[in-house]
């Protein structure tokens, strides 16, 4: 495959891999990593610690397009991170590169001997590898942890199986934490997520309802490929310009006025900004109730200023926490 680079930071970004292309002591794990959890920085952490220790290059392998989206393309999966934020996440873990593997079927079908010689040893040199205790590849998932140690000595690289990360009483894996964001258990993602699930867009004209009843929001479309949390209401925190606002964000498609689409709107709590067509990004704490169709307009209102009132107890409680720990 060609490679290249891409998008102007300190990390590089390569798409493909070079045989011809020097790397000091490459140092490197494989994954998608979409969620970038607890068990993600753990092992990322440990590429760039090693890679530092032997004046070497931390390298990370991913594959675009999922790999599920060819493999099983009747799969609706939905990614908790962007493309454009794993990519920020990669570097702010202080990793040196990312080489990007264009996934398709050829690819797919080659054998875990085919991908070691190939990607691995020729390709990108490597000395060491990182990977999780079940971590299987190539061709029908028949390459494993025991079987690529094997290749790796016969290439001159060393294979480093790594522990899952364990907490609130199971292993952290990217399902795991798609499956409590789905449920809106939000609260419980952030702890497998070690921050709070977030999602962002630009702020669209909106009918003005929420002005009109004493509430006015931002109002988002909600992005197509993301995990979305189910209909209700948040206490949450929205991020714009590097700033941090307190508010509540509502997701669904307004049933009190039958409005139809479903949407995110973020009220600002003890703010007022005009934030149309800005970007901004929202991060959620704890879901306060689910979607509800109310007898009029009024009695909405009413039921907001409860939620406000929940939202803020909540965010207060969430900053002393921060401030304790």
């Known amino acids: 495959m060609p490679s290249g680079s891409s998008i102007d930071t300190c990390m590089k970004v390569t798409r493909g891999y070079s045989g011809g292309e020097e790397r000091s002591y490459p140092v490197a794990t494989v994954g998608n990593f979409d969620g970038h959890h607890l068990g993600h920085r753990s092992l990322l952490r440990t590429v760039v610690e090693t890679a530092r220790r032997m004046e070497g290059t931390a390298l990370v ?16 999966l939905k990614f908790l991170t962007s493309p454009e934020e794993k990519l920020q996440r990669f570097e702010d873990a202080g990793i040196d590169e990312v080489v990007v593997l264009e996934f398709d079927h050829p690819f797919a079908s080659l054998p875990p001997e085919t991908f070691t010689e190939m990607v691995l040893y020729r390709g990108l040199h490597l000395r060491q590898i990182f990977v999780g205790q079940h971590f299987v590849f190539g061709k029908g998932r028949t390459g494993n942890v025991a079987s690529l140690t094997v290749m790796g000595k016969r290439f001159g690289f060393s294979v480093n199986p790594v522990s899952p990360v364990i907490a609130d009483g199971g292993i952290v894996s990217s399902t795991r934490v798609r499956k409590l964001v789905q449920e809106g258990q939000v609260d419980l993602a952030a702890r497998l997520l070690g921050r709070q699930y977030a999602m962002g867009g630009v702020v669209l004209p909106g009918a ?118």
Do not use: C
Not at 61 to 76: E, M, Y
């Open 208 to 325: 003005q309802r929420g002005q009109e009843l004493g509430w006015p929001t931002a109002n988002l479309r909600l992005p197509v490929e993301r995990v979305i949390p189910p209909n209700g209401v948040y206490a949450t925190v929205t991020i714009w310009n590097q700033q941090r606002f307190d508010s509540v964000a509502y997701i669904g498609s307004r049933p009190t006025f039958d409005a139809g689409e479903r949407l995110m709107e973020v009220h600002l709590l003890n703010e007022q900004q005009d934030l149309y067509g800005e970007s901004i990004e929202v991060q959620f704490l704890q879901r306060l109730r689910g979607d509800t169709k109310f007898p009029s307009g009024a009695d909405l209102s009413r039921q907001i200023a409860v939620d406000v009132e929940r939202a803020k107890a909540i965010l207060q409680e969430h900053r002393s926490a921060l401030s304790a720990g």
């Open 61 to 76: 392998l991913t594959f675009d397009p999922h790999p599920v989206k060819i493999l099983a393309p009747h799969v609706d």
